[in-house]
């Protein structure tokens, strides 16, 4: 989207708005499924949790991809979105049995990630098969917090539980028709991602009726101009004719599975706001914006870069500032950026803020999460509307005080 048709959404919807590119999205989900054209079955299931919009789930659908969840709700969203059960997988971590068997009864792919729920799942339903979620052990990943594939993490199956996980299937009789691992987010070298698969392939052969190994997803989009990215072309290449090579010895033509959130949402994502105040102290320049970390919380939770740039004044002089939110604690977009010359009621556009942005705002502050606008088919599309009061005061319950109580209460 260029800067005047983003300045159009502010102008339209107000601030602060997430704006989404479907158009960007294709072209990532085509750039995945064509960097793996030589794999005869390939999946990409969108991880529901990056960006949850119903219109933005609608859309992976119309592109022919199923979707990856992480909670039941999200299951049914998937299904009020019109995926088939058969299309939806379901990788929950730490969640309950019932859980688990709730979206079983939905007919969702399960994925278990846990030897004690496999094995009471196996013992109540021997003959639904599940996926089973390994820990290769492999440090992969931007930071401790996107990383999960570590020794000290807690997802998957660690690999050194193979023999205790096969007990369980044989004396359960269950059967494991997938194999998955999600080593984190943020991967820049393929040489780890391939170390990680190799693990993966070496425990797949330990199964006799796998239909499809999943290898999750973590791959780095750039964030900044010039920033590594992983290279998913070069991936492709590698992987495929890794995986052909193992169906050919497994016997069967596999299904080889994704689960990309960030690489398919992330840069189709703009996040827009007003700037309410220029703020000069004696060491720097604030551009205080109507939002904070209730609505794009990633800077403040694990130091993410947002490239923002001010699309009112793009031919401005540049200058340095620190651009803050308005929430009442410390909540600092970027420090130090060369930004043109910014204006009280400019506008500033955050880039990469299609995932894990809105999805984690909350209303702190008492205010009110953004609406959210899809640009399709060269036009904008409200695909949620900005909350208003009622939202924040829908759920609370008010108990009526006796004043006589309440005096005494104070005396
Ligand atoms: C979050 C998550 C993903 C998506 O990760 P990205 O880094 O956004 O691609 C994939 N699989 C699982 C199991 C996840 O929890």
Not at 90 to 115: C, K, M, R, Y
Not at 208 to 229: A, H, Q, R, T, W
Not at 256 to 272: C, D, Q
Request: aromatic letters at 10%; glycine letters at 8%.
């Amino acid at each position: 989207m260029t800067s005047s048709q983003l300045l159009k959404v502010a102008e339209e919807f107000g601030s602060p708005v997430y704006v989404y590119d479907a158009e960007k999205i294709a072209t990532q989900y085509n750039r995945l499924t064509n960097a793996f054209k030589g794999v005869k079955h390939l999946k990409i299931n969108y991880a529901v949790k990056a960006l949850s919009n119903i219109s933005i789930l609608k859309f992976f659908n119309t592109l022919g991809s199923g979707i990856d969840t992480v909670s039941i709700q999200e299951v049914n969203l998937g299904i009020a979105a019109g995926f088939k059960p058969e299309q939806i997988i379901f990788t929950p971590n730490g969640v309950s049995l019932s859980e688990i068997e709730q979206a079983a009864q939905l007919g969702v792919q399960i994925n278990i990630d846990n030897l004690s729920i496999l094995e009471q799942f196996g013992t109540n339903h021997p003959d639904i098969p599940v996926c089973i979620r390994i820990n290769p052990h492999v440090m992969a990943g931007g930071n401790s917090n996107i990383s999960v594939g570590h020794i000290d993490s807690k997802f998957g199956i660690s690999i050194h539980q193979i023999p205790h996980l096969l007990r369980i299937v044989e004396n359960t009789k269950m059967t494991i028709n997938g194999i998955h691992m999600h080593t984190g987010s943020d991967i820049l070298d393929i040489d780890v991602f391939l170390y990680a698969s190799e693990i993966l392939f070496e425990t797949a052969k330990q199964f006799n009726n796998l239909e499809f190994i999943d290898f999750g997803s973590g791959f780095k989009v750039p964030y900044k101009k010039g920033d590594i990215e992983t290279n998913i072309e070069e991936l492709g290449q590698k992987l495929t004719t890794r995986f052909n090579d193992f169906c050919k010895n497994y016997g069967k033509d596999l299904t080889l599975a994704f689960e990309p959130g960030k690489f398919l949402v992330s840069e189709a994502g703009t996040f827009l706001t007003h700037v309410n105040a220029v703020k000069q102290t004696t060491s720097t320049v604030f551009a205080q914006v109507d939002s904070g970390f209730n609505h794009l919380i990633r800077p403040m939770l694990y130091g993410s870069h947002h490239d923002i740039n001010n699309i009112s004044n793009p031919k401005g002089r540049e200058r340095f500032y620190t651009v803050v939110g308005y929430i009442c604690e410390t909540d600092t977009f970027g420090n130090n950026r060369r930004i043109n010359e910014i204006n009280e009621g400019d506008v500033l556009a955050f880039k990469n803020a299609g995932a894990y942005c809105f999805s984690m705002a909350s209303n702190y502050n008492s205010r009110y999460r953004p609406a959210e606008v899809l640009w399709y088919n060269k036009k904008t599309h409200l695909i949620r509307k900005r909350e208003t009061f009622d939202d924040i005061i829908k759920n609370q319950i008010e108990v009526n005080f006796s004043s006589k109580k309440e005096k005494e209460l104070v005396k």
